[in-house]
Structures are given as C-alpha cells and as structure tokens.
C-alpha cells in the first residue's frame, strides 16, 4: 500500500525557516517523480515545487522561487522542503504528493498533509 | 496561465441524484490533459479522473469524465453517501499546471 506521511509544520514567525519531511513506503520511492502541493485555509489547491527520481530536474511555482528549495533521499526514501524567508500567505497545509507514472504533474496519490502556520 | 473556472461552487443534491460538475478553462487544455480530484473534510485530495475521461485505479464507474478543448464535465450517475464532498479540476498540460476554486456537493 502506497504510504506518504508528512513532517514538519508548525508555528513560525513571518521571515523564518521550516523543513519539512515526507516519509515514503510501499512503492519504489526512487522511480518516482515527487510534488508539493498547498492549500490554505478554506482555500484551494496550489503546486509548489517538483522533483524528478533522480533530483537532477526540479521546478518551482514562481510564489515560492528563490525561497523554498526541495529535495530527496533515495536511500531514505524521504522528500524535503526548505522554506526560508516565510510569509503570511505562505500559511497552508503542505502536501507531500506522487506523480503518476506516465504524466508529469499529475498527482496520484497524496500524503495526509502538514499545517505550517505563518505568523507573529 | 490556464485558469479554470468552475461552476456551479456548490451543487445540492440527495443521495441518489445524478451529479453534473463543469470545468472551464480559458485556454484549450492539451491533449486533455484535465483531472479531478475529490476531497473530504480533513483529508487528502484523491484522483478520480485523468486525461479528460480515464478512471483512476480504484474509482467506481459511477464517474465518469468527458470533454476537450476547453470545457469539460465531471458526472457521478447516481449519488452515494461518500460522494458528498468537494472537487477540483487541474490542468497538467501547461506550465504553470493550475487547479480550478472547487465544486461543494453537499446533501440536500
């Protein structure tokens, strides 16, 4: 059974940092390309950031580039998300999320997700 | 950008009742690159429906996916208890890939 547990969130006051962790397990994490995926508070959905199997090709929603920066252990089976200089709107559930295999950007399954909360 | 544009932002309806959720996008998707997602209270979206018209595993043949271009449609024959819930649409065939504000089904 495909398992994606998110790790991470909390409190944090605007311009500071937060890493968060997505443990992997019943697939072959490392085949797989990997998403992050928001969502607001009584809000809808937004695409943060993706990363190919290997980590050598990862794009940016343009909302968080130059701040965020993602990542993976293949050994670990683990994704990350580096998230610096945070703002109010960044205030969301942080979904860990898996591409399908035959569409980039297309999320077939999802983690339960992790609140970060953005404020003073 | 492809925006999409939902509609209606909530549909009322009774267990049993045929469910009929639009999604507009202001540019042709392509190659149908168009899902929904379904997503209860407290929980994770779930594919439902890729490329436009194809079930995800496991979903019920209750729904089903149509359209192309830039209108397409997401029907559940015949309402059950668990389908009350919020859908999204998104668009994967463009950059930035974009998902539309949602559709509320809640029980009349």
């Known amino acids: 059974e495909v398992q994606l547990v998110e790790s991470g969130g909390g409190l944090v006051q605007p311009g500071g940092s937060l890493r968060l962790s997505c443990a992997a397990s019943?697939?072959?994490?490392?085949?797989?390309?990997m998403n992050w995926v928001r969502q607001a508070p009584g809000k809808g959905l937004e695409w943060v950031s993706y990363?190919?199997?290997?980590?050598?090709?990862?794009y940016y929603a343009d909302s968080v580039k130059g701040r965020f920066t993602i990542s993976r252990d293949n050994a670990k089976n683990s994704l990350y998300l580096q998230m610096n200089s945070l703002r109010a709107e960044d205030t969301a559930v942080y979904y860990c999320?898996?591409?399908?295999?035959?569409?980039?950007?297309?999320?077939?399954?999802w983690g339960q997700g992790t609140l970060v909360t953005v404020s003073s | 950008e492809i925006v999409l544009t939902q509609s209606p932002g909530t549909l009322s309806l009774s267990p049993g009742e045929r469910a009929t959720l639009s999604c507009r996008a202001s540019q042709s998707v392509s190659s149908s690159y168009l899902a929904w997602y379904q997503q209860k209270p407290g929980q994770a979206p779930r594919l439902l429906i890729y490329?436009?018209?194809s079930r995800a595993t496991g979903i019920p043949d209750r729904f089903s996916g149509s359209g192309s271009g830039t209108d397409f449609t997401l029907t559940i024959s015949r309402l059950e208890p668990e389908d009350f819930a919020v859908y999204y649409c998104q668009q994967y065939g463009s950059s930035p890939i974009t998902f539309g504000p949602g559709t509320k089904v809640d029980i009349k």
């Open positions: 019943g697939f072959t994490f490392s085949s797989y390309e």
């Open positions: 490329g436009a018209s």
């Open positions: 999320a898996r591409d399908h295999p035959n569409q980039l950007l297309l999320f077939d399954y």
């Open positions: 990363i190919s199997s290997s980590g050598s090709t990862i």
